[in-house]
Every structure is written in C-alpha cells, then in structure tokens.
C-alpha cells in the first residue's frame, strides 16, 4: 500500500485517496517495438481508493523492463530507453499531436530491472477503420518532420535513428550467412514445373499448362 498510494494520487489527482484494496493481472499483446523477447513484463494494477467521501475505482499499468548484457543505446533494441525518454522529460511535451500515457513513476530495482508506473490509457476503438490509421499517419508524420527544424537529439544516445536500416543490415548479413551454408551444403530447389534449362535465365517460368514443363517463350 506505501508504494501504491502516491502512485494512485497521481494517477486520479487527488492527494487525499488512500487505497483500500487491489490486484493485478498480467496482459499481453502490442507491438514490441524493438523489444526482444522476455525483455518485459507489463501488468494491470486495479482497485479502489477511498478519499473523505467515496470510494473511486483507479488502474495502472506496470511495466517491468529487464537488462540485456551489452546493449547499446543507439541500438533498436535497447532495454531502458523507454525509461530514459520518461526520466529526461522528453515526452512531456511531443510535437505533432501525439501524447505518451502518464508516468507516475521510475524506480529501478534490486535485480537491475527497472519498473515504469505509467496511465492505463483506453482505446475505445478496437478495430480502427482505414481514416484511424490515417490520422495517425499524418500524425506520427508531423513528428517525424519537427525534429531536423528545432530539435536537437544528439544530447540523448537512446534517441537514435535509422533503426531500421540497421536492423535490415543485420537480417541481411544473417541471409547471407545462410544462403552461403545452404549452398555450401548442396542445398537446390525443386521445381518440376521448370523449364531446365534456358540461356535466357527464366527458369521458373511454367507458362499456362501447370502440368507440365513449358518453354518460356524466348525463343532460345
């Protein structure tokens, strides 16, 4: 209840609620936005907290995040950055129309994981329609462009950019490696509807009969 009752505070404004009762569940599901797997635990805390006149209904979302030996701020998978953001204040005040949940709360923790106390934040639309992911689109977009103009993020490791293009660097490193081993262990593809042989290089093409082997039509 001490750790609670500054947190449920905050979260319904009111400094004289003291809570009366809780729980949790564990949830799932979202994007992992980089995460890797078991890099965090995310846990719905609900309850009632009673002030000088009633009792009011509160929840919270608890997000564990755990270490990674050896990871790097600016690397898509970097396990505090979530927590780094919050700490710095950088998403008190997000341009282009976009708002982060409230955080209450940052504590770090014996076993080096680190607990963010964040808003339970609704989405009354379960199933977007098209002109949803349009507007957030437009939104994330405004983002996105205010930042060469009067931003500066070099002060921040955790705000890194390019994350996709370093992750597919590494999957196609990865490809690689694995196109190599396949070929090295002898490794073909069937294809029994393939012209064999053809200098045109269109060996895939079947034509309209899908029995059977067809010419490609170059003439070769």
């Known amino acids: ?9 905050s979260a319904l ?9 809780w729980q949790s569940t564990q949830i799932h599901g979202g994007a992992g ?3 890797a797997e078991g890099a965090s635990s995310i846990y719905r805390l609900s309850g009632k907290g009673r002030n000088r006149t009633a009792l009011h209904p509160w929840t919270l979302i608890l997000k564990a995040l755990y270490p990674h030996a050896g ?8 396990w505090r950055r979530e927590a780094d953001a919050y700490q710095s204040g950088f998403l008190n005040a997000l341009p282009g129309g976009l708002a982060a949940p409230r955080c209450f709360g ?4 014996a076993d080096g994981s680190i607990w963010l106390w964040l808003e339970d934040v609704k989405d009354e639309l379960h199933d977007w329609p098209l002109s949803r992911y349009g507007m957030a689109a437009r939104h994330l977009g405004s983002f996105n462009a205010s930042f060469p103009a009067d931003r500066q993020s070099t002060a921040w490791p955790w705000l890194s950019t390019d994350w996709i293009r370093k992750d597919l660097a590494h999957v196609a490193e990865a490809i690689g490696h694995l196109s190599d081993s396949l070929m090295g262990a002898g490794f073909t593809v069937h294809n029994p509807t393939a012209v ?3 200098s045109c290089g269109h060996s895939f ?3 309209d009969d899908a029995g059977g082997a067809q010419a490609c039509g170059c003439g070769h």
């Open 1 to 9: 209840m001490a750790t609670l009752t500054p947190l449920v505070r």
């Open 13 to 21: 404004r009111d400094d004289a609620v003291n809570v009366v009762g």
């Open 33 to 35: 936005g980089g995460a």
């Open 71 to 78: 990871d790097d701020p600016s690397g898509s998978h970097y």
């Open 106 to 109: 940052v504590s770090e923790q």
């Open 196 to 198: 064999p042989s053809c």
């Open 205 to 207: 093409d079947t034509g």
